[in-house]
Nanobody, 125 residues
Framework: QVQVVESGGGSVQAGGSLRLSCRVS????????MAWFRQAPGKEREGVAL????????QYANSVKGRFTISQDSAKNIVYLQMHDLKPEDTAIYYC??????????????????WGQGTQVTVSS
């Protein structure tokens, strides 16, 4: 059974940094795609970052390029989202997604079978 658990959220001021962690069990992220999504109040869940199997490639939403970095620790089965220069508009619940279906755009929610419970990130101005 696949379990996905996020941690590392919190409250920071604009310009600050946070690192989110996604611990996966029953599933080896090094051989599979993993992604981070976020959902702000009143908005749809959106894709933030994707990492390809073995870390061979990443993709980012335009709004976070140059500020966020997705990475993985294969030994610990953890996927990270390092966030720098945070802005109030980054405030959202951040979700980790695993077990991607084949063929569709990674930003589509239906492409992912497994989700964590989310971790709140709040950025104040």
């Amino acid at each position: 059974q696949v379990q996905v658990v996020e941690s590392g959220g919190g409250s920071v001021q604009a310009g600050g940094s946070l690192r989110l962690s996604c611990r996966v069990s029953g599933y080896d992220p090094i051989y599979n795609y993993m992604a981070w999504f976020r959902q702000a109040p009143g908005k749809e869940r959106e894709g933030v970052a994707l990492i390809a199997p073995g870390g061979e490639g990443t993709q980012y939403a335009n709004s976070v390029k140059g500020r966020f970095t997705i990475s993985q620790d294969s030994a610990k089965n953890i996927v990270y989202l390092q966030m720098h220069d945070l802005k109030p508009e980054d405030t959202a619940i951040y979700y980790c997604a695993a077990d991607r279906r084949a063929g569709g755009p990674w930003t589509e929610l239906r492409e992912w079978r497994q989700w964590g419970q989310g971790t709140q990130v709040t950025v104040s101005s």
